[in-house]
């Protein structure tokens, strides 16, 4: 039968506030009202979007490689990252970028970056304030930034340095608001041109700095020794012999910047908070970067951490032809996403899957259509041994040197942030110097007080889903009372 699964008969307006506003309290009551697959509509859109969950419809879903990009990626990105994109383009022009671009990502590549990731990590958090609170994701913002511009850009030349890191986060903040995305999709409903025009301006003026970084790159006979990725896109190839040309090049830059400068930081930010209210994790992990023990529950911890908090909440295609779904076949032209949080919470694929428990992962790999915050098929994300290294190494450099505690006893909600669901109060931590602190401080129980008779329960779903009080008591590590749930709750 060729139909569309059925969804809330809200208007498109409704559907959109909620969306935007609270994203996963409007995805559970889908799943509660209709199951793992179901049609919604946003505003701006002629036409409604699939939602699915299931690993093998997203396995059928991505392993098509005809399938399209879903329009909305398009509208809101082109007047930014330019029409060349890798993320924007389709078809052959797309994959002959991306196999251009990808030794460039490759994971054994990383190692590469891994101390200027380091160093940048460690200048960053000597900036923190000690014994005060403060927003940790605009500090993850900061450094995923230098990263972009040491590694990615390889700029080196300080005051143009100094001028791009004035420019790009005001570009980055102007994308990133929900407020911004409503007058978006307002402009589209009434067929105005869109708030990004006003942008232009910002644009040229990053332009013209990264034209001419573009340029001396160009001319640098060294280029080929550098690891940046800027250096190696200069000299990389097409199949027929030709290379990118600078507006090309500028495209991409700008493409890598925006795509991975809010989502690394937002992970970190994410994994952050998900520790410290997670202190049996936190031990263990200490235990395991103090012992110098390898990084694999490091590595778990991280896509955990990817798994609960999904940085990117979809990732869709327009369909090219049929897909079978629940009985039903959607027809070619639907646009259909996974909703990564529903599919990452699928009881029957994680046993408790609220829990945060970075175990699972130690016991079983992550599978390839059951844990897809990089989405997946021929437009995976390209930077995600790039973001999951990053991750590694800021989370080791801030963990090492600093006690974390959480500012705030009511744990992280998400929020919309662009194409992001990031923490709502940007993970509000306390820091003080680890050494002047126990290296067991963590966990250890304190007698004098009683255990939180809150912090006993299973979280409720709906905690998950918007304001409203929160249920568990962030643990203080300096207190450090019983180590209690291992729960995570948002
Ligand atoms: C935790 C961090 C990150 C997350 C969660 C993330 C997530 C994603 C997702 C969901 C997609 C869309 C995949 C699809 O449609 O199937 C994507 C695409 C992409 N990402 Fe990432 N990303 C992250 C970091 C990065 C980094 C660090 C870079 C580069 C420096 C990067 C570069 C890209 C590019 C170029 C694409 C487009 C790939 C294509 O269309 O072929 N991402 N990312």
Redesign the pocket.
């Known amino acids: 039968m060729t139909s569309l699964p059925p969804g809330p008969s809200a208007s498109p307006a409704v559907q959109t506030a909620h969306w935007l506003l609270r994203p996963i309290a409007f995805l559970e009551s889908c799943r509660r009202r209709f199951g793992g697959t179901f049609s919604v509509r946003f505003l701006g859109f002629r036409t409604p979007l699939v939602m699915v969950s299931d690993p093998d419809t997203v396995r059928a879903l ?1 392993s098509e490689r005809e399938h399209g990009l879903p329009v909305g990626r398009t509208f809101a990105l082109r007047p930014i990252m330019g029409p060349r994109s ?2 924007l383009l389709e078809g052959s022009e ?1 994959l002959e970028r ?1 196999k251009v671009m990808l030794p460039s ?1 490759h994971g054994e590549r990383m190692r590469a970056y891994e101390a200027s990731v380091a160093e940048i990590a460690a200048r960053e958090i000597d900036s923190w304030p000690l014994e005060r609170a403060f927003p940790l994701h605009p500090r993850m913002q900061a450094v995923t930034l230098e990263v ?1 511009l040491g590694a ?1 850009f390889g700029v080196t030349d300080p005051s143009r340095r100094e001028l791009l890191g004035r420019l790009l986060p005001r570009l980055l903040d102007s994308t990133s608001s929900a407020n911004l995305q409503f007058r978006i999709l307002l402009a589209r409903r009434v067929n105005r041109p869109g708030p990004l025009i006003r942008l232009h301006e910002l644009t040229h003026e990053i332009d013209d700095v990264l034209l001419s970084e573009i340029a001396e790159r160009r001319r640098d006979p060294g280029a080929a020794d550098r690891d940046d990725i800027l250096s190696l896109l200069t000299l990389a190839r097409f199949e027929d012999g030709a290379g990118m040309d600078d507006h090309e090049i500028r495209d991409q830059l700008v ?2 910047l925006l ?2 400068h809010e ?2 930081a937002t ?1 970190l930010a994410w994994t952050l908070d998900l520790l410290l209210r997670n202190p049996l994790v936190l031990r263990r992990l200490l235990a395991e970067l103090d012992a110098d023990a390898g990084d694999g529950y490091l590595r778990a911890v991280i896509q955990e951490s ?1 798994r609960l908090r999904p ?2 909440p979809l ?1 869709g295609r327009h369909l090219a032809s049929e897909l079978r779904v629940d009985g039903l076949t959607l027809p070619a032209g639907t646009d259909v996403t996974p909703a990564i949080w529903l599919l990452h919470t699928r009881p029957d694929l994680y046993r408790d899957p609220l829990a945060f428990r970075p175990e699972r992962f130690l016991e079983q790999p992550p599978t390839t259509y059951g844990w897809v ?12 041994a ?2 999951e290294m ?2 590694r190494i800021v989370l080791s450099s801030m963990l090492r040197s600093r006690v974390l505690r959480a500012a705030s006893p009511n744990a992280e909600r998400p929020t919309r942030r662009n194409v992001t669901l990031s923490p709502r109060y940007g993970t509000r931590v306390i820091a003080s110097q680890r050494a002047e602190a126990s290296r067991d401080t963590t966990s250890r129980p304190d007698p004098t007080r009683p255990p939180d008779p809150r912090a006993l329960t299973a979280p409720d779903p709906r905690t998950l889903t918007g304001p409203g009080p929160p249920t568990v008591t962030a643990p203080d590590p300096r207190s450090s009372r019983p180590p209690h749930s291992q729960h995570a709750v948002v």
């Open positions: 991505y890798v993320l797309h991306r990502f972009i990615v493409t890598l795509a991975g989502t690394t992970g990817l940085v990117v990732a915050p990089f989405g997946g098929g021929v437009r995976r994300c390209l930077g995600a790039f973001a990053e991750m």
